[in-house]
């Protein structure tokens, strides 16, 4: 059914018509909406059986996720930004007893300075521990990507991160089709657990393994996220065929046909630049858009086959290997290994810095041209950065950084509020 | 040889010899009817009190439940010597997840079992004192407030052992451990204020708190037993001698743990909603020293450089645990 | 695509109305996105959000620049904040006051855009009039429907019916009514 609605009521509607069994609720900005509309329906006694668990942090929620889901129940929780770092040591250890979770990733920045806004550099935090990664580029996604995740996470027995854009998405108006719940239950079947804790056939989850089969186990992580790299594009299609909806998959292309630039990126900001990218195409520009959907897995293959054919990528992206450059962009520059072409990296958009479709468009005529630095920080202000780094050299003592540029920019409000 | 009498005291220890009690009171390590959750062949040191407080603790678990239990583990000696790659000792469905955690993988384990209306499956959460009174605080507060209904063990050797005995919030004062070594003017653990997980737990007003000491295995077993007949959050606390760690012989673990509760260092009681119910009343009172001397964690208090200053705020702590929670009858002050 | 900001204060209904706003276009099978200005504002505290309505799929997600409408909920925000910024020279602006434009000092900006397109509206009064509560947001969501013609009446109340129930919702609708009716009559 299609409702204007909001981007967190929409997931909670897809979460809750995924029948989870318990959900475990930790407030945080911006994912808070989630869990509360889902307590709200568990309240009411919409979404039954299901247990709603209060808890008193991420670590205890992805804790109670962990052990709900190794009884067989199938368990959700939501998160963002410091909360994921809390739960961290218990995301790690979901993914390495292959437990599948589904939770949802409201990414935001990470403090200090502490930031509220959106930038991808939570999740992708968590890039090494096992837990698959998807992204939406809007809410429509982010409720089809739910699904599709209790699907997957479940058949593979591995867990898995929606990921969706703190305040952009998850506090966005805007159109969605709420499917009904036969269509849900014809495509995801109840959870049928590879391990379960049941006394009547007792086993052990979680036992020390030493130098002699560590290593298996890991590989079989990677072996899982190998065969998810087969059944991401199967299940997308699967889904297309009982919702009717295109969402989901490894990567989408718009526009690569013939384009000689082609932009990488992940999440809300593919609007915006498909926006441009039409815009300029409009005026003649063979350019086009490569969006990543599964970060993890990362589909090298199917990145390169999209690359191969263009003579230069830009890689946008909402975090910041501090020391490197991106993170996104080195994957990215991985897949495209020995393939000869240009690649940039502009690093845009980091605790929620406003990517303003007249900053794209000189940045991608500059990657045309081929005059971009191998790194960009797009709407850096150098004079307020130089400022700083004159001061440090000026006087031992030189303050907090984020106070001083704070008060350099002279920032009270912003301009609108 | 005539007939010998048997004194009621006669090995001097104060306890009762199993042979004089009759065989239904009797506790038999190798009864047909024991479950052996934590099967032979595991790899704890000899003597370890967490071993045998776990034993007897799960298999009255078991008893209890009808055999319907799910044991939840937090890293720590208990979970690294019964489950050593590719063996596990366990007879019951167990998982272990992170250090800090076992309070609230228990709880999605009872929130699983309510959701599939398997309210005859049980749940029990343990952990050393290092996972409860530590870094599994957060968890366990929360598990507690929420009432969730999970039994929680905690086997507190009062440090932490599985990494080589270092300090814990639960390490007595003037104890050495490997971060409180025996040095300087005031050698060994400081005396701090202290952090009384059953009182900490009485004060979430659950349903049940009980500590048990593995001198008095009947003791355990009833009151684990009696935590098991109750639903909601319930916690027991078991003072668990480690010869490695402590300093003591292996025969002398349950020497040790009778001594604690005799010298009043460990107060035995049970608690209901937040108020002392029944306390097991000392029998033989006994000087702090009497337990301190066997143990090599305080030497540095005796010997050639002797602290008797120390000594003595050690019985001041006993004696407080015995005014406070009136260990001494009448007759045997 | 139709832009619009609406300025106000924490706890004037300024997202809600925004929100509103976009399902009232949604009622009508158009396309609309609402979003707040993300930040972790207190009550009292300037807001604002944002409303685009188009026709077709709405794909980009950059705040608003250029605005075809600004509706401002507390005057007192004129002085503090470049309300204005980016309004287009065609653009429509509806301002909660009981005051003329005139007497707000808004005569000579007002004149120098197109006729009819600025409005004054006692939204607040409206509010208490109909609510008993002094929330300016859904007078001035009627009120802009009215003055920039974009969505109708009825839809304004359906959206209202969407978002509230019994007395609540049956005084906006009349709050909506009114606001209406005025800005109408004042137009024609």
């Known amino acids: ?417 | 040889m005539g007939f010998q009498p048997i004194k009621f005291y006669q090995t001097g220890t104060y306890t009762v010899g199993n042979r004089l009690l009759s065989p239904d009171q009797r506790s038999v390590q190798a009864d047909e009817a024991r479950s052996n959750s934590i099967n032979s062949g595991h790899r704890a040191c000899q003597g370890c009190g967490e071993a045998l407080g776990a034993r007897y603790a799960i298999d009255a678990a078991m008893a209890e439940s009808h055999g319907q239990l799910i044991a939840v583990n937090a890293t720590g000696c208990l979970e690294v010597f019964s489950t050593p790659y590719p063996e596990s000792s366990w007879q019951v469905p167990w998982i272990h997840s992170v250090f800090g955690n076992a309070p609230a993988v228990a709880t999605g384990i009872a929130a699983a079992m309510k959701v599939k209306g398997r309210t005859d499956v049980r749940v029990v959460a343990q952990g050393g004192d290092g996972g409860t009174t530590d870094i599994g605080f957060g968890c366990l507060s929360g598990m507690f407030e929420r009432n969730d209904d999970v039994l929680y063990i905690c086997y507190d050797n009062e440090a932490y052992m599985n990494t080589g005995v270092q300090r814990s919030s639960a390490t007595p004062p003037a104890a050495r451990t490997a971060t409180t070594m025996p040095v300087g003017p005031e050698p060994g653990n400081p005396f701090g204020q202290g952090k009384n997980l059953p009182e900490i737990a009485m004060a979430h007003g659950i349903p049940y708190v009980a500590t048990a000491t593995v001198a008095d295995l009947r003791d355990l077993e009833y009151k684990v037993r009696r935590a098991m007949r109750m639903h909601g959050a319930r916690y027991i606390h078991l003072f668990v001698p480690c010869p490695l760690g402590w300093g003591t012989a292996s025969h002398d673990t349950i020497r040790i743990a009778r001594l604690a509760k005799e010298s009043g260092l460990f107060p035995v009681f049970e608690a209901e909603h937040g108020e002392v119910t029944s306390v097991l009343k000392i029998r033989r009172k006994v000087g702090v020293e009497e337990y301190l001397l066997p143990q090599k964690r305080f030497a540095h208090l005796f010997g050639s450089h002797p602290h008797p200053e120390m000594v003595s705020r050690i019985q001041e702590i006993a004696e407080r645990n015995i005014r406070k929670y009136g260990l001494l009858d009448e007759e045997a002050a | 695509m139709f832009q619009v900001r609406i300025h106000g204060r924490g706890g004037q209904g300024v997202v809600t109305a925004a929100e509103m706003l976009s399902i009232a276009a949604f009622e009508e099978g158009r396309h609309a996105q609402a979003f707040p200005s993300f930040g972790s504002e207190r009550t009292g505290a300037p807001v604002v959000a944002f409303c685009r309505i188009s026709d077709r799929e709405i794909r980009t997600r950059e705040p608003i620049v250029e605005a075809d409408a600004v509706i401002i909920q507390d005057p007192t925000l004129l002085h503090q904040i470049a309300v204005f910024a980016g309004l287009k020279p065609e653009g429509y602006v509806l301002l909660n006051s009981r005051h003329s434009l005139e007497e707000l000092g808004l005569g000579e900006f007002a004149d120098a855009h197109e006729k009819g397109h600025f409005f004054s509206l006692p939204a607040t009064e409206i509010g208490i009039r109909h609510i008993g509560r002094p929330i300016p947001n859904i007078p001035l969501l009627a009120g802009f429907a009215a003055l920039s013609g974009l969505i109708r009446l009825e839809s304004v109340i359906g959206a209202i019916n969407a978002r509230f129930k019994g007395k609540v919702a049956s005084g906006n609708i009349a709050a909506a009514e009114e606001a209406y009716r005025l800005v109408k009559e004042a137009s024609c």
């Open chain 1, 1 to 417: 059914m299609l409702k204007q609605i909001e981007g967190s009521k929409a997931v909670a509607e897809a979460v809750a018509l995924c029948r989870p069994e318990v959900i475990c609720a930790y407030p945080i900005s911006p994912q808070t909406h989630i869990v509360e509309a889902l307590g709200e329906m568990v309240k009411s006694q919409r979404l039954s059986p299901c247990e709603y668990i209060n808890v008193e942090s991420e670590f205890a929620a992805m804790s109670v996720s962990i052990g709900a889901s190794a009884a067989g129940a199938r368990a959700y929780t939501a998160t963002a930004s410091q909360g994921l770092l809390f739960m961290t040591e218990a995301v790690y250890n979901a993914a390495g007893l292959g437990l599948p979770i589904v939770m949802t990733v409201a990414n935001r920045a990470i403090g200090a300075p502490i930031n509220i806004w959106n930038d991808h550099s939570d999740s992708l935090s968590q890039r090494d521990s096992g837990w698959m990664q998807l992204f939406a580029e809007n809410n429509q996604e982010a409720v089809d990507l739910h699904i599709q995740a209790f699907r997957l996470a479940e058949e593979l027995s591995m867990p898995i991160m929606v990921c969706m854009d703190g305040y952009i998405l998850t506090h966005a108006f805007e159109r969605v089709d709420i499917p009904s719940q036969e269509e849900v239950d014809a495509y995801l079947p109840p959870f049928e657990p590879r391990q379960v804790l049941d006394p009547s056939e007792p086993i052990t989850i979680g036992a020390m393994v030493g130098p002699e089969a560590f290593m298996e186990v890991k590989y079989l992580a990677h072996a899982k996220q190998m065969q998810a790299i087969e059944r991401i594009p199967e299940l997308a299609s699967e889904f297309r065929s009982v919702f009717g909806r295109e969402n989901g998959g490894l990567v989408r292309t718009y526009r690569v046909e013939d384009a000689e630039t082609v932009i990488v990126a992940m999440g809300s900001v593919i609007g915006t630049i498909k926006d441009v990218v039409d815009e300029m195409r409009d005026e003649g520009h063979r350019i086009g858009v490569l969006t990543i959907v599964s970060y993890r897995p990362f589909p090298l293959e199917q990145v390169r086959s999209a690359l191969l054919h263009c003579k230069r990528f830009l890689v946008l992206e909402k975090s910041l290997a501090v020391g490197m450059g991106g993170i996104l962009a080195t994957d990215v520059r991985m897949a495209v290994t020995g393939a000869g072409l240009m690649g940039y990296t502009a690093i845009a958009g980091l605790g929620g810095r406003p990517i303003f479709k007249s900053q794209l468009h000189p940045l991608f005529r500059q990657a045309e041209k081929e005059e971009l630095p191998p790194v960009t920080f797009l709407d850096l202000d150098w004079e307020a950065v130089n400022r700083q780094l004159e001061r440090e050299r000026q006087t031992r003592r030189s303050g907090p950084v984020a106070e001083n540029i704070l008060h350099d920019k002279g920032i009270v409000s912003a301009k609108f509020g």
